[in-house]
């Protein structure tokens, strides 16, 4: 079994210091973290806000306080988020990443991709950070007017919902084709000119 070097001090995001069994989980998912990946999702998210992040040397610690990340969320789907708190006081800090993780499910985020506020303000799991401002980036590509960088695919499934006659239960929307639909319309007017004809 693989035992950390007592030498070697292991931290977690969130500067508590970790020891044993703890120490070397700790470790394997720090290797496990991509840079390019999280390089290419900082770039994206400095490009939307458009002003100096601050601390500029600590990509996390400027999101700590959720004012970039609701700020960035409003100005891919304006007036999303309604309120931003702008003192630095952490229960306020806190509060602006539920708005903006409110703001997430709201846009269609899947709940896999929602971390949630300790994983930010407390660093305790900075890679779903990550994995969620890159799922946001791809929802991006669907808001309406939008056309700032990108990264990902688009979330837009683009394969037609169709549906078997067999499985279409009552009460349900039914999808038709154009020739169905042209098809439908020709037995309504013909069934139209015959009941004139009847009548006449």
């Known amino acids: 079994k693989k035992i950390v070097n007592r030498s070697v001090e292991v931290f977690r995001g969130d500067g508590i210091q970790l020891f044993g069994i703890d120490a070397e989980m700790e470790l394997k998912r720090q290797a496990k973290r991509d840079v390019a990946f999280e390089n290419k999702v900082e770039n994206w998210v400095k490009e939307i806000y458009g002003e100096p992040l601050e601390p500029e040397n600590d990509f996390i610690e400027a999101l700590k306080s959720g004012i970039v990340l609701c700020k960035i969320v409003n100005k891919i789907w304006p007036g999303t988020i309604r309120t931003i708190n702008l003192k630095a006081i952490t229960l306020l800090q806190v509060e602006n990443l539920q708005f903006y993780l409110s703001a997430c499910i709201k846009i269609g985020l899947p709940k896999s991709e929602i971390f949630v506020a300790s994983d930010l ?23 309406l007017n939008y056309d700032g960088p990108k990264i990902g695919p688009s979330t837009v499934n683009r394969k037609k919902n169709v549906k078997r006659w067999h499985t279409i239960a009552i009460g349900q929307p039914i999808f038709l084709s154009d020739i169905e639909k042209s098809e439908i319309e020709n037995c309504l007017n013909n069934d139209f000119n015959n009941i004139n004809n009847n009548n006449n």
């Open 121 to 143: 303000h407390s660093r305790k799991s900075i890679p779903s950070v990550y994995q969620n401002l890159y799922s946001l980036a791809r929802h991006a590509q669907n808001a």
